[in-house]
């Protein structure tokens, strides 16, 4: 499933002390099947865009387009396109609110409307992807686990909704390394079984570099560069410029390159910067 | 929509109320309050409207922001004026069945009406130009004859601070809730009450384990930074009391003569 981004603007707090342009004049579209990454200091936009992806903010104005259906305009129902969209927020743990595991994971398949057992396949269903096992933790209470496995039962949430898309905020925002790795492996996992398109919002410009198909880089509201990994990370002073950097693994490389005479590597990762570097010292 | 609620929010600007020591303004406010009460004519409503309207044109506060927050309470002005219409006994005006007007019924529940209007924008002005932490300072400071007697007033004053501080933060949490509880099909709008009831559930239960979290993490906050009460403490902005605070003083003092003066006009006009 595609989405179209075109000339979108939005104002918080419309003639009132505070008024803050949050997105101005963006456009940008997301292939079908594709990751996208998006980066951005602080209070540059990127909440503000994602929500509304899937209709939770009303643009002032310009229009977002899924396949082709305008769900700016109206005439799109709010739940076939949360059906579609499946948002999940930054702290997403802090949604949960059910006794079990299961009936918090049902609350999405429920509000649309699905039968009993169709819910209950998808509860099951979406507690696999995110690598829990159904039978152990359905009856158990939300509040009695882990960070980062409540961070699982939060996607589930959203999983469960089987959407064509999923968006996520910074999900591995405050997690330790483990559960940081693994809720990036889940998302790749999901992305090639599931065939989801992934919009993925992170501070980290390493998964970044490694996740993303393409990379749009935010600045004050508006697109300030877009294009591949390799192509926006390219661009390494004007991120710095904005408060962004490029993968450590880049930084470290430019480093040797500027000491160095004549090393030259564009690696976005650690494997690939070892591996032009062992090439230059074999050279 | 539920940022709409202008209730204890702080509007900034530079004006010659915001300027005014917050003891004054606390004073004046529920003098105000008082007199609202005194008041036994429209004409006295006339006068304090009048004087509302000095202040609001004085403090630079837009109109359109405080008659937003007007509207949160509508439906409670709007019930004491039914109720006061139809309960007062006295001059039938109308009659149908059961139901009866008074003369009596309409004049007060006009009275009441006024009255719950100029008070509810009086106390928002006394919100909208002090900070929240000069007006819990200024309560301390108004309430500090009342510890010689064992009236906890620095808790009482911190208690405030803290509450005032908190709401624009739980309203955002709230917003945060609503908008995640959506993303996965929620519906607040449909239904009939039950149901509605029921669907604010996923917000609430979210929304007190937040308060919670917030609480804690604000006690530990406090006690890192050696919060120990109220008993000792020294501030770094002393209020004083300015000129122009004098001038407030004797114009409160003022309008307070004429408005019981206007008592004399008699009961109606
Ligand atoms: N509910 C709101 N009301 C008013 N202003 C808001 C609101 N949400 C965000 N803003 C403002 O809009 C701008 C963009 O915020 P947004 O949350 O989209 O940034 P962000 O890129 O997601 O930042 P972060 O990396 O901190 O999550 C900021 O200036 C922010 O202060
Ligand atoms: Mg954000």
Redesign the pocket.
Known sequence: MSITVKNLKYI??KGLP?E????DDVSFEIEDGSILGVI????????????HLNGLLKPDSGEVWIDDACITDGSTKLVDIRRRVGLVF?YPEYQLFEETVAKDVAFGPRNLGLDEDEIQRRVRYALDLVGLNYEEIKDMSPFEHSGGNKRRIALAGVLAMEPKVLIL??PTAGLDPKAHREILSMVKRIHENEGMSIVF?S?NMADIASMADKVIV?N??RIVLEGTPAQVFAHSEELAGMGLNVPPAREMTDKLARIVPGFKSEALSITQAAADIKAFINN | MI?DITLGQYYPADSPVHRLDARVKITATMLYIVELFLVKNFAGFLIAAAALFAVIALSRVPLRFIFRGLTAVFLIIFFTLILNIFLTDGRVLWHWKFITITYEGVIRAAFMAIRLVLLIIGSSILTLTTKPIELTDGLEKLMSPLSKIGVPSHEIALMMTIALRFIPTLM?ET??IIKAQQARGADFESGNIIQRAKSLIPILVPLFISSFRIAQELALAMEARCYHGGKGRTRMNEIHFHRGDAVAAVLLIGFLAVIIASRQLGSVL
């Open positions: 918080y707090n505070g803050t342009a949050a997105l951005g200091h602080t209070g540059s936009g990127k909440s503000t865009l994602l929500q930054q905020d910074e919002v501070h935010m004050t509201g | 940022r955002e917003d945060k």
